[in-house]
């Protein structure tokens, strides 16, 4: 791809100033349109040192409007990010919807410098575009175009552009610290850069590769692309929204006779001495464990679904009941903020992942998605169908970036859902936690038995494997909830 | 204060047992109404080491919903807390309204350590106790109390402790790595501990000295006063939000015939040769400065307010100019987000706030609070006539953590701004900058003129002063900021 982008193109300045007032124009207009959408376009700038994305980017922020657009600088991770799981620091400087995004440095970065130097193989490198693939298709779905720029130089022109740099001293401060050395590099990093581009050059993130010695033809090539894509993609949201139609819950899955959840054991009790005996005994070891997170460059990130009433909030209670305070946090999903809302679905949960040494639970999480968003039609049929892979991946991440994650499902029957929903309505501490919603929620018991099979099913995986717990005796419940994290802590630490 | 905490308060088991159901209901009875109000209590724990603080706090989380409580540890800051003013890692652990934020370690830890271990004298000790009352008062009027316990050991009683605890395996844990270390400076501690409660020991935020030596003692006497305090506190709130009557925007205030803003000559003119030359000068050299702010470990931060159509936007288009687009965000302000509106209103701009190396430029500012919301009736009286001390103290902190704080008034004439109004709704890609509103606004000229007056006359600090940018003429409003600015960074870097 990069020969393609040393074949001399140029533009002259009397062309250049006949050009520019109008896509000026045409950009603050799609500007103050993007503004009313759910789109939040990132536009990722890489290439050559010396190539001009400074003054690429300095052009676009002159002719739009510099208040609808978040630059981002990404080099050297921070000791909180560092703490948390790499694309952590990416997540968190996503723009809102109605905004733009630039990264400088970004999720490209590390792994091409890496495999310059020989420090990450061929293969670890197909991974790390393999992620970037994942990032970029959910962002796409998600908040709309990833615009890629790829500033070029041939070998010649960067030794002249980096002379010319080192001359002046208006200049000499653009360059990357590194520049000297990287370009001492040149041939290794050449065709790290093709092959990143043959593996990341998607149909729903295509590559803009540029020829950048040239200022007049770079500026204007970067700066038409933006409007084109940011027009499509704004014509296409706007449409999109005026076609909404009211909404409307779509039928109800049915669950197979036979699966997981019929499978398991309801009827398992456990006596009052043996759940004191037992329970006292994880927790001691729970608590113990937990403290040696940080020391291991760990965290914990436990999460909670099941039916209401099925008892997750008492197994977390007695879960944190060892730990000390300074460690854990319970987080409860209520309805999203409209921070929350203007990002993509995971990024509330990425926002909110436990650093090294700490533990984080939830108390129902991410997989509202497929549960309760996809029941009541608040996720898209294609939203919920794509979340699966989503969430393996997301986790997937979590376990490389140092996070347990743990998930359990706390299975009840509906006769004991019953029975727990009437004596809470009779019991005055309890009363608040039984509500309408409750009811109607139970009167689709099946669709809810049915997807959480399809979701124990297609997100059961080997780093983040399912925990499903027989609810119906508390005792047993919560005895098998604090055991299994202790072995599980024991295991990974 | 403490020696009233040594006189042998003791509970029995069995009458603890008895209180402690009804304690425990009622605190999830008040928690549940408290998250349908605007309160964010804060919980602070202090004391000594072995004390029971951990203890104490996991009562709370057993007895409340953890699910509404944010626990925050405060020790060593991190490398972005510290390339900011020290209170941003406060600000950014506040807890959103509905919620309730608990704080081991807290704006105390610092000075308290500093001054026992005489690494800061007398004067600098009481200037940040009164730093600390600014905050606590702020904190109590925006979102509600401030809890503050401190749990008390008498010399005696904490060597026995940490003997104890240094004797058990399963507390060892619990002790501070300095725990013996500060222990064997008791004596220095304690009347620093004294001149603490009794500098901050305020009507608004008041302390709870608790005698900690006995453990059931100690649990109630914090539970119960939550519970107190949360009860006034919530049942206030209520009342409060019954008692709203229909917004009904207040008289505007009349400008006096002869201010500030009137001896401002708006006929200074420059020419197109002296712009061009000025202009491009100031801006290469502020380029240059702001690449110095990283290593000199200062950021800058700049504010803009004016009428509409004063030249806010285009000043800033210029100031940038130099820039690197690495350095400087510019934000424009716009309806605060629900999470903001969640936190009190000096809230967002912390969160925004530029580390050391940056630019932030804000196109209008929290000044909003004593301009449009003072008029439109969104702030109430008390609330924007207490917001001036409360922004000096706000710019004085910025000042302190290395933030160059600047601020523009850019005055133009009720004349000019009809002229440019007119402008714009002819002309194509500006079209967008004039609304209904902005029409509205300039029915309001005086009340707003009056208001900048008050706004300049409390708010011009020796480390924050105004600048009166004589605006009619852009040429002459534009060189003025961008050399006001360079003239700054040379005299601060």
């Known amino acids: 791809m990069l020969e393609a982008a040393e074949v001399g193109n140029k533009l002259d300045k009397k062309t250049f100033r006949k050009a520019a007032p109008k ?21 990722v700038v890489g ?40 694309y952590w620091r990416f997540w968190r400087l996503l723009p809102p919807r109605g905004k733009i995004g630039i990264f400088f440095g970004s999720w490209y970065t590390r792994p091409i410098v890496d495999h310059a130097f020989d420090r990450i193989d061929a293969a670890t490198f197909e991974r790390a575009m393999r992620r970037i693939r994942d990032f970029e298709r ?18 010649a022109q960067e030794r002249k552009r980096l002379k010319q740099f080192a001359k002046d001293p208006r200049l000499r401060w653009r360059l990357h610290k590194n520049a000297k050395k990287y370009f001492q590099h040149y041939d290794d990093f050449r065709p790290v850069d093709e092959e990143m581009l043959r593996l990341t050059n998607t149909g729903y993130a295509p590559w803009t590769v540029v020829e950048a010695a040239d200022d007049e033809y770079r500026n204007l090539t970067v700066a038409t692309t933006v409007l084109q894509v940011l027009e499509e993609a704004v014509a296409e949201a706007e449409a999109r929204a005026r076609a909404t139609r009211p909404h409307k819950p779509p039928a109800l899955p049915k669950p197979k006779r036979a699966n997981v959840l019929r499978n398991l054991d309801l009827a398992k009790k456990l006596s009052q001495k043996q759940y004191d005996q037992r329970l006292g005994a994880a927790q001691a070891d729970v608590g113990r464990l937990t403290r040696k997170l940080a020391k291991r460059e760990r965290a914990l990130l436990a ?92 986790e997937e991440q979590l376990s490389e970036g140092g996070v347990i994650v743990m998930k359990f499902w ?13 004596e809470r309505e009779v019991t005055p501490f309890k009363q608040y936690k039984i509500t309408e919603e409750d009811w109607r929620n139970r009167a689709k018991w099946e669709g809810y038995e ?34 299994t994290v202790r072995d599980r802590l024991r295991k990974e630490l």
Chains 1, 2 share one sequence.
């Not at 980017?57 to 799981?85: A, C, H, K, Q």
């Not at 959910?138 to 070998?155: A, D, N």
């Not at 706390?410 to 009437?422: G, N």
Request: aromatic share 10%.
């Open 23 to 43: 896509v000026r124009t045409a950009l603050l207009e799609v500007q103050k349109r993007l503004a009313g959408t759910s789109l939040a376009p990132i536009i």
């Open 47 to 86: 290439g050559a040192e010396g190539a001009g994305k400074s003054e690429t980017v300095s052009l676009l922020l002159e002719w739009m409007d510099t208040r609808g657009i978040e630059t981002n600088v990404v080099w050297e991770p921070r000791d909180e990010e560092r703490e948390r799981p790499e």
């Open 138 to 155: 959910l962002l796409t779905y998600e908040t709309g175009p990833v615009l890629k720029f790829w500033l070029h130089l041939s070998r």
């Open 303 to 394: 999460i909670f679904e099941g039916p209401d009433a099925a008892g997750k909030g008492g197994a977390i209670r007695r879960l944190t009941g060892g730990m000390s305070p300074y460690h854990y946090r319970v987080i409860g999903i209520a309805a999203p903020t409209d921070e929350e809302r203007a990002h993509p679905y995971l990024w509330r949960f990425w926002r909110n992942l436990p650093r090294h040494g700490r533990v984080t639970i939830y108390d129902r999480s991410w997989y509202g998605r497929v549960l309760v968003e996809r029941l009541e039609g608040f996720a898209r049929r294609d939203e919920w169908q794509r979340a699966y892979d989503e969430i393996n991946e997301f």
């Open 410 to 422: 706390i299975a009840i029957s509906a006769d004991e859902q019953l029975r727990r929903f009437k």
């Open 450 to 483: 049915a997807a959480a099979c399809d979701m124990i099913e297609r997100t059961s995986t080997s780093v983040a494997p399912w925990t499903l717990v027989e609810g119906n005796d508390k005792h047993m419940a919560r005895v098998r909830v604090v055991e």
